[in-house]
């Protein structure tokens, strides 16, 4: 049965659409899966030239699953088109890294990108856009979009931390022997590399507290900090390539979350600019913990920050400045 929706279609585009994760994202997006399955979508695909002809491919399947919810596929290689009215801009689009690298080797080679995306934002994005930077070095890069686009409310950006959320909510799940629907309170603190920091000192694994699981300091410094932070080359190493389908789903729960609202009086992990709270200088973008009513990320405020946090939350945020540094150098 078809259903006859009474909302007008939103303008999703979807960068870097032919890459592996824009096509583990796509069809999710397409079905409902993260604007609601009462939300019609028009579909905007930017690749480069070369991708093209691939982009014309997904478009052919996105045709033939019939999916009630897509109201329209486009394919683009020209930002100002693609762009032209967004309300959701996915920035996917970039190189990933291969074995061996940083994910900050990545910033010369993705700056301009950014740069040039964002300015473009600026000039013809909806009124209401929101955009989730998933390429990486994905602060940073959002970090540089934002500075392009000076009529876009900072509020606007985002970057993408809920993998590492999603990534420290698995692990915990299975120390504390409870399902993931168990835990609440986990905090990605930082940068979306490996010295973000994942805090538990807030959670809440089933009956156990974080600071309970956290007294084992040998599993919580040895063995989860690491597991989390480094997870993402730990996958390049196994598979060969990036992580792509737990990064699509990241992605589609972030902005769900965001454009939707958080449930409860929980919290998510997302990278925002910074108001200037928790230490975190104003202007980087930070992953903090975070809700929202359906409109903004609001950053959670009023957590205790004992030392062990303070010291890794300072160094990530060390490394952030850094890479803004790196990047004014270029
Ligand atoms: P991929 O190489 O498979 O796909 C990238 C696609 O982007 C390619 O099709 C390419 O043609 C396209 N592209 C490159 N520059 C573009 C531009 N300027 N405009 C439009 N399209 C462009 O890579 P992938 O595995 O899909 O990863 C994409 C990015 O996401 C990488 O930077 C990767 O490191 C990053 N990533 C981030 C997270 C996260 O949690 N933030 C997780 C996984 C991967
Ligand atoms: C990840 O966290 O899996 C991605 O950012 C890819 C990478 O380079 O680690």
């Known amino acids: 049965?078809?259903?006859?929706?009474?909302?007008?279609?939103?303008?999703?585009?979807?960068?870097?659409?032919?890459?592996?994760?824009?096509?583990?994202?796509?069809?999710?997006?397409?079905?409902?899966?993260?604007?609601?399955h009462d939300q019609p979508v028009h579909l905007r695909l930017l690749e480069l030239p070369a991708a093209l002809g691939a982009a014309e491919g997904i478009a052919m399947e996105l045709d033939d699953c019939a999916l009630p919810q897509l109201a329209s596929v486009e394919i683009f290689?020209?930002?100002?088109?693609?762009?032209?009215?967004?309300?959701?801009?996915l920035l996917i689009g970039a190189k990933p890294r291969t074995k061996g690298m940083e994910?900050?080797?990545?910033?010369?080679?993705?700056?301009?990108?950014?740069?040039?995306?964002?300015?473009?934002?600026?000039?013809?994005?909806?009124?209401?856009?929101?955009?989730?930077?998933?390429?990486?070095?994905?602060?940073?890069?959002?970090?540089?979009?934002?500075?392009?686009?000076?009529?876009?409310?900072?509020?606007?950006?985002?970057a993408l931390t809920r993998l590492d959320h999603n990534r420290a909510i698995a692990q915990l799940a299975r120390r504390a022997e409870v399902p993931v629907t168990a835990i609440s309170g986990v905090t990605i603190w930082g940068n979306h590399s490996a010295t973000q920091y994942p805090d538990i000192f807030h959670v809440r694994a089933g009956e156990l507290s974080g600071e309970a699981l956290a007294t084992d300091r040998a599993w919580l410094v040895d063995d989860f900090i690491p597991t989390v932070?480094?997870?993402?080359?730990?996958?390049?190493?196994?598979?060969?390539?990036?992580?792509?389908?737990?990064?699509?789903?990241?992605?589609?729960?972030?902005?769900?979350?965001?454009?939707?609202?958080?449930?409860?009086?929980?919290w998510t992990s997302a990278a925002i600019v910074s108001p200037g709270v928790y230490g975190v200088p104003e202007?980087?973008?930070?992953?903090?913990?975070?809700?929202?009513?359906?409109?903004?990320?609001?950053?959670?405020?009023?957590?205790?920050?004992?030392?062990?946090?303070?010291?890794?939350?300072?160094?990530?945020?060390?490394?952030?400045?850094?890479?803004?540094?790196a990047v004014d150098a270029l």
């Not at 290689?77 to 801009?89: E, K, L, S, T």
């Not at 540089?144 to 606007?156: E, F, L």
């Not at 992953?287 to 004992?306: A, H, K, M, Q, Y």
């Open 1 to 36: 049965t078809r259903t006859a929706f009474t909302k007008a279609p939103v303008t999703v585009t979807v960068t870097g659409a032919a890459g592996t994760i824009g096509y583990a994202a796509l069809f999710r997006v397409a079905a409902g899966a993260m604007l609601g």
């Open 229 to 266: 932070a480094q997870r993402g080359s730990a996958i390049i190493a196994a598979r060969g390539a990036s992580s792509a389908a737990s990064a699509a789903n990241g992605t589609i729960d972030h902005v769900q979350d965001w454009a939707l609202g958080t449930a409860g009086d929980g």
């Open 77 to 89: 290689d020209d930002p100002r088109a693609a762009f032209d009215g967004v309300q959701q801009a």
């Open 283 to 325: 202007g980087l973008v930070c992953s903090f913990p975070v809700r929202s009513d359906g409109t903004d990320w609001e950053i959670v405020e009023g957590l205790e920050i004992n030392d062990f946090s303070r010291a890794r939350i300072d160094a990530s945020v060390a490394e952030l400045q850094a890479e803004i540094a």
């Open 103 to 158: 994910r900050a080797d990545l910033l010369s080679a993705n700056a301009a990108v950014f740069a040039e995306q964002g300015k473009v934002l600026g000039e013809v994005a909806a009124d209401d856009v929101r955009i989730t930077v998933v390429g990486n070095p994905a602060n940073t890069n959002a970090a540089i979009a934002a500075r392009h686009a000076p009529d876009i409310p900072r509020s606007r950006f985002s």
